[in-house]
C-alpha cells in the first residue's frame, strides 16, 4: 500500500506560511530545496506563492505572479524531467504556468469556486486536477466550522462538485477532504478516522496534514515540534488508502512509511 503513495513536497514562496521551514527566498533556496527534496524521494512538488492559513489574505494575481515567474524558470531549466504541482485557485495563474513550463497538477483550494473559469481552463490544458473542499477564506474559515456530520457533508460535497467536473470535462481529478480549512480540531480527527469512508466516491485521495494545527494543539506542541505526531497520524491516512501526501518532510515520511508498512 505504502508504494502506491505519492509523496508530494511542500514549497513555499511567500514569507508568512504557517510553517516557516517550508519557505524559500530566491531562486539558488528554490533550486537547492528542490533539488533535496526529489533526492529525498518526493514524487511531486507542490508550490505556493500565497499562505492559505487561517487569517491570511490573498495578495492577489499580480503579487502571487511575481512570485511564481522565477521560480517557474528554474523549473523549465533545471528539473524538465520531474513532476510539480501548483498551489493557485486562479485560471489566469494556471495559464501564465503551462506557458512557462508545459504540464503540470493544479491544486485548487477552492475547487474551482474562487474563479469560474477553473475547470474550464484545467479541461482545455488537460491537466490533472486537486479539488478540496473549504468554506470561507482565510479571515473566515474558522467561523464556518458547523456541520451535521462533517464526513457525510464533505461527501456531499464532492458529489456536487463531481458533476460539476463532468460538465467542464474535467475528469483527472484528486479529492483532497480539506483538513484545517473550516474544520476544527475534533472535526479533522473524524475525517481522518473515517478517511476510508471518502473511497466510495471513487476519486484518488489525498491527505494534507503535515504539522497543522490539529497534529500539534492537543498535544501542547508547535508546528516545529510535532514532527513524530505527524508521520504517525500520516500513516493512519496511508493505511486507509490515501493516495497522496502532502508533506514538508519529505525524507522523514518516506522512512518511516518504509519503516511500518
Not at 513532476?83 to 504556468?97: A, G, K, L, N
Not at 504517525?232 to 502532502?246: I, P, S, W
Amino acid at each position: 500500500m505504502y508504494k502506491d503513495t505519492n509523496i508530494i513536497g511542500i514549497i513555499n514562496l511567500n514569507d508568512d506560511s504557517f510553517y516557516r521551514h517550508s519557505r524559500v527566498e530566491n531562486e539558488d533556496s528554490f533550486r537547492a530545496r528542490a533539488a533535496s527534496m526529489f533526492s529525498d524521494g518526493a514524487d511531486i512538488i507542490d508550490i505556493g506563492a500565497c499562505s492559505s492559513r487561517p487569517g491570511s489574505v490573498y495578495p492577489g494575481e499580480t503579487e502571487e505572479w511575481k512570485r511564481l515567474r522565477p521560480v517557474l524558470g528554474v523549473i523549465s531549466s533545471d528539473f524538465q524531467d520531474c513532476s510539480f504541482s501548483v498551489d493557485t485557485f486562479s485560471s489566469e495563474i494556471v495559464r501564465r504556468c503551462y506557458d512557462r513550463i508545459g504540464p503540470f497538477m493544479v491544486n485548487d483550494i477552492s475547487a474551482g469556486e474562487a474563479d469560474g473559469r477553473m475547470l474550464d481552463t484545467v479541461a482545455e490544458l488537460g491537466l490533472p486536477y486537486i479539488a478540496m473542499h473549504s468554506r470561507g477564506n482565510g479571515r473566515t474559515m474558522d467561523s464556518l466550522c458547523t456541520y451535521g456530520d462533517v464526513v457525510a457533508d464533505v461527501k456531499d460535497y464532492f458529489r456536487a462538485f463531481g458533476r460539476r467536473a463532468e460538465e467542464a470535462g474535467v475528469e483527472d481529478w484528486i479529492l483532497d477532504p480539506g483538513f484545517g480549512f473550516a474544520k476544527n480540531v475534533r472535526q479533522n480527527l473524524e475525517m481522518l478516522a473515517r478517511l476510508g469512508e471518502f473511497k466510495e466516491l471513487g476519486k484518488p485521495l489525498l491527505v494534507g496534514i503535515s504539522r497543522k494545527r490539529m497534529v500539534w494543539e492537543p498535544l501542547g506542541l508547535t508546528p516545529d515540534s510535532c514532527l513524530d505526531a505527524t508521520l504517525a497520524l500520516e500513516g493512519q491516512a496511508v493505511l486507509q488508502g490515501a493516495a497522496y501526501l502532502r508533506v514538508h518532510d519529505v525524507a522523514a515520511c518516506r522512512n518511516y512509511l518504509g519503516t511500518i508498512l
